[in-house]
């Protein structure tokens, strides 16, 4: 018999900072967590994303140029099915 690999965890990362993007990558790895990960750094990128299924879930930073995760958040409302939305920034500030 022969064992199947269980399907990667889908990740789509709304991440402007490179850096930061591989620092969350290093931390899944170190987590033998098995993940798929695909960065955006713009609204239209990840709309764009967002309506062609596959996430399993959505890691996004807070701030980043132009816009925030809430304005990303704010522009999932229509869709029939969310994945988890999670929020990862080192400073949102207490009134967000």
């Not at 170190?30 to 955006?40: E, G, P, T």
């Not at 816009?67 to 099915?81: P, R």
Request: glycine share 6%; proline share 6%.
């Amino acid at each position: 018999m022969y064992d199947s690999l269980p399907s990667p965890i889908r990740i789509l990362h709304l991440e402007d900072s490179e850096l930061d993007h591989k620092l969350v990558c290093r931390s899944l790895a170190a987590a033998d967590l098995y993940f798929s990960i695909l960065r955006v750094d713009t609204l239209e990128s990840f709309f764009a994303q967002i309506t062609s299924p596959g996430a399993d879930i959505i890691l996004a930073d807070y701030r980043l140029p132009g816009f925030t995760a809430i304005d990303a958040w704010l522009g999932l409302q229509n869709q029939a099915q969310l994945p988890p939305f999670v929020l990862l920034s080192g400073a949102i500030g207490e009134s967000a």
